[in-house]
């Protein structure tokens, strides 16, 4: 075959693969449907049970990347500590070896076949279901496809002499190996990709086993970008994980290049006792790696958190989203006590929104980044109490409850759903400005000073009313109603006055949809604090 069409035979096989493997991650997810987030963040009460949990959800995503990034996504937004994220970052170490497994599975023969049935069960069934399964099948296929195209690409390698004499350097100079595994994968952004690849090159007999380990412990280091890349720009918590995960593979690389000579040998002495193919011979070089590299660090945790810490300064601010008020024992014992115990867990919420409102002040006046970033911290910490605490009421309202009690019940039920809705108009604000900044839209200096104003009325509003809950203050209440009645005022005002400077040219008309579409939604935040303080005032009477 001339150089041409091996060419487009290796990338072409290499992008198949790179999409089977994505392809059947999604499918997976699907069959698994939305608990992988759930998962991380029930089961990692510890390290132990975050590396369990860690290489769960990898093997499931068929990436460590994947979960490494939802990690620090949960990260950043204060639903995971840095020490239980490390956990998952160790475990999605392991859980990435089962691809190289997988393809140690000589079925290469059977992927075109495989790749059909997972095709009609796509196309030719409508159960959705199925058709998840479908998917997995296929992307199973997809990938095997792609590395015989791959291998067949690879196969001149073997006589091109520059490339026997850079397998002879890597054999005498770990190092360079290490280095060129790096930049691979760093290159094609998956470490499953790099490895299949070595797999199929040391199958082939172009490099040795003492030239293709060092190239296996690069691609370790080199899946780490990723990970670095989704912390940029994201919280000192989640710039910590991304390190950790890159300070994890570089202690574990040093420690196998210091032993190299007795890991070689091991490695060596299993493919032999086990009679383990060559491909499976990677597999199982990588699977030694990865656990024992988990083993080692894992005491350690503590330790690591401690390091990263260090080398990323700055205050970690993270949101304590989970409930904290709510005990089901009292639910059975005494409901009244539940109540109350509601009732905090609706404070603590109604906290949240009143924090929100500030930082998204915050960033219409100002514009930084991080301000919107815990506006929607705080509208997920709300969403997550709302989600909570209406589950808790439910189950008090299965109990015998007294007329005051009812009536009690009823007030934070209607409170938790106005909260909940004030969350979603902060987000709207945060997306309002980021389409503002993004698309460059002016807002003149007398738009900007009519929306600090009235964002000040709406917090000072929102405060009030949740001081009167927290009170059960009537008077408070009713002073609610009269801020209301003046937001409601300067909105009108306000429109008319913006649309006049539209129709003056001193606003672009794009200005002015973002501009009144801002005032819209403090207007409605306005409305619920009203509901909220009508409740109280029912609740006092």
């Known amino acids: 075959m001339d150089l041409q069409t091996l060419l487009f035979m290796f990338f072409g096989g290499l992008g198949i693969f790179l999409f089977g493997i994505k392809y059947m991650?999604?499918?997976?997810?699907?069959?698994?449907g939305d608990g992988l987030r759930d998962v991380l963040d029930k089961f990692t009460t510890n390290p132990v049970m975050g590396v369990f949990a860690g290489l769960f959800v990898t093997v499931l995503l068929q990436t460590s990347t994947g979960t490494t990034v939802l990690t620090i996504g949960l990260v950043n937004a204060g639903f995971m500590t840095l020490k239980q994220a490390i956990g998952v970052i160790m475990g999605a170490n392991?859980?990435?070896?089962?691809?190289?497994?997988?393809?140690?599975?000589?079925?290469?023969?059977?992927?075109?076949?495989?790749?059909a049935v997972g095709a009609a069960l796509i196309f030719f069934i409508k159960a959705k279901k199925v058709n998840n399964y479908g998917q997995v099948v296929f992307g199973f296929g997809a990938l095997f496809y792609g590395l015989?195209?791959?291998?067949?690409g690879l196969k001149p390698l073997r006589e091109l002499e520059a490339f026997a004499e850079l397998t002879v350097s890597m054999s005498e100079n770990p190092l360079l190996g290490v280095l060129i595994g790096t930049i691979f994968t760093v290159a094609v952004q998956s470490s499953s990709a790099s490895i299949g690849l070595l797999q199929q090159l040391y199958e082939q007999g172009a490099m040795g086993l003492d030239a293709a380990l060092p190239v296996l412990f690069g691609d370790n280091i080199g899946t780490t970008i990723t990970a670095v890349l989704a912390a940029i720009g994201a919280s000192v918590a989640a710039k910590r994980a991304a390190l950790t995960h890159v300070i994890f593979n570089l202690i574990g690389t040093i420690i196998v290049l210091i032993i190299y000579p007795f890991f070689f040998q091991f490695v060596s002495f299993l493919a032999v006792e086990l009679g383990l193919n060559r491909p499976m011979t990677i597999a199982f070089a990588?699977?030694?790696?990865?656990?024992?590299?988990?083993?080692?660090q894992l005491p350690f945790v503590a330790l690591l958190a401690i390091i990263v810490t260090k080398l990323v300064p700055g205050e970690e601010y993270s949101i304590e989203y989970k409930a904290k008020h709510l005990d089901p024992r009292f639910i059975g014992s005494s409901?009244?006590?539940?109540?109350g115990q509601a009732k905090q867990e609706v404070l603590r919420m109604a906290e949240f929104s009143e924090r929100g409102l500030h930082e998204v002040s915050q960033y219409l006046e100002n514009g930084q980044k991080r301000h919107a970033e815990m506006s929607i911290q705080f509208e997920?910490?709300?969403?997550?109490?709302?989600?909570?605490?209406?589950?808790?009421?439910?189950?008090?309202?299965?109990?015998?409850?007294?007329?005051?009690?009812?009536?009690m019940h009823s007030m934070l039920m209607d409170t938790v759903r106005d909260i909940e809705r004030i969350g979603d108009h902060i987000e709207n604000i945060v997306e309002l400005k980021d389409y503002q900044k993004v698309n460059k839209v002016h807002i003149s200096e007398k738009a900007l000073e009519d929306l600090r104003e009235m964002s000040e009325l709406t917090l000072s509003t929102l405060k009030e009313a949740?001081?009167?809950?927290e009170l059960l203050d009537g008077d408070l209440a009713r002073s609610v109603l009269e801020k209301e009645e003046k937001?409601?005022?300067?909105?009108?005002?306000?429109?008319k006055q913006h649309i006049q400077r539209v129709n003056d040219g001193k606003c672009s008309g794009s200005a002015g949809i973002v501009f009144v579409d801002i005032v819209s939604n403090l207007e409605r935040i306005g409305d619920h604090s009203v509901n909220i303080a009508e409740a109280v005032i029912g609740e006092d009477h």
Not at 97 to 113: E, H, M
Not at 335 to 339: D, F, G, R, V
Not at 466 to 469: C, D, T
């Open 148 to 152: 015989e195209l791959m291998g067949t």
């Open 94 to 115: 392991i859980g990435t070896t089962v691809t190289a497994f997988i393809i140690g599975i000589k079925i290469s023969a059977y992927a075109l076949p495989i790749i």
């Open 25 to 32: 991650g999604d499918g997976l997810q699907k069959v698994a």
């Open 466 to 469: 949740i001081q009167s809950l």
């Open 487 to 495: 937001i409601d005022k300067m909105e009108r005002k306000l429109r």
């Open 286 to 296: 990588h699977g030694i790696f990865n656990v024992s590299n988990t083993m080692i």
């Open 335 to 339: 409901p009244a006590i539940a109540l």
């Open 380 to 407: 997920e910490a709300i969403n997550n109490l709302d989600r909570k605490i209406t589950d808790y009421l439910i189950q008090i309202s299965s109990r015998s409850l007294s007329a005051h009690d009812s009536k």
